[in-house]
């Protein structure tokens, strides 16, 4: 994990629009399934066992890429010498369970060449600061009850220069796996569902 320091200058806004999640429950995801930024889709996630977990609504609202000189801010920037970062910008509404950072889908980056990017810092807006992406994140009421909370996370990757992030897979899974689980307990592991993305690109080297 990374620790930023980048000074608190006054960020520019969020490159992206937070999205009017349906008014009522939004379709179960399918393994496999493909998904562009802005769909929701209901992750039903559950433990290694099974057990049904929470049941939350997810999108991409983006990814942009950042400058490499961003590892400057990190203690252990060096770690990332010749990767890029990547911001991405997720929304979430839970259906069941209460709204814990811990609890939100892990979405991993998938690169051009087809392997996994890094993560690196995963943020949560009303939760802990959103100091592991170069731009306010906001843009959610969170004076709601708890039932259909709604949270923006932003998400730090890292990828090897030269390379880009295109797409976000959801695993149903949080952590590392020491064996891939039964695919009748978790079809999602070999078969994620992927939201497909296109980064925007630093602009005048900001």
């Known amino acids: 994990m990374g620790c930023s320091g980048k000074a608190d200058d006054g960020p ?12 009522d429950t939004a379709l179960a995801a399918a393994p496999g399934q493909h998904l562009a930024t802005g769909d929701i889709a209901l992750l039903p996630q559950t433990d290694a066992e099974g057990v049904p977990g929470d049941a939350i609504e997810t999108t991409v609202l983006g990814v942009a890429q950042g400058e490499p000189s961003y590892w400057d801010g990190f203690d252990n920037g060096a770690q990332f010498e010749g990767d890029l970062p990547f911001f991405a910008v997720m929304q979430y509404r839970w259906v069941t369970g209460e709204a814990f950072d811990s609890q939100k889908p892990l979405l991993r980056p998938v690169l051009n060449d087809g392997t996994e990017g890094e993560i690196v810092q995963t943020e949560y807006v009303g939760l802990t600061t959103d100091s592991a992406c170069p731009f306010e994140v906001g843009g959610i009421d969170f004076e709601q009850s708890r039932a259909d ?58």
């Open 12 to 23: 520019p806004p969020m490159p992206f629009d937070a999205v009017a999640m349906p008014a």
């Open 149 to 206: 909370e709604e949270h923006i996370a932003c998400v730090l990757y890292a990828a090897p220069a030269g390379s880009t992030v295109v797409g976000l897979g959801w695993h149903n899974e949080g952590g590392v796996f020491f064996s891939a689980p039964d695919p009748a307990l978790n079809p999602f592991f070999a078969t994620p569902v992927i939201w497909d993305v296109t980064p925007i690109l630093p602009s005048n080297g900001d």
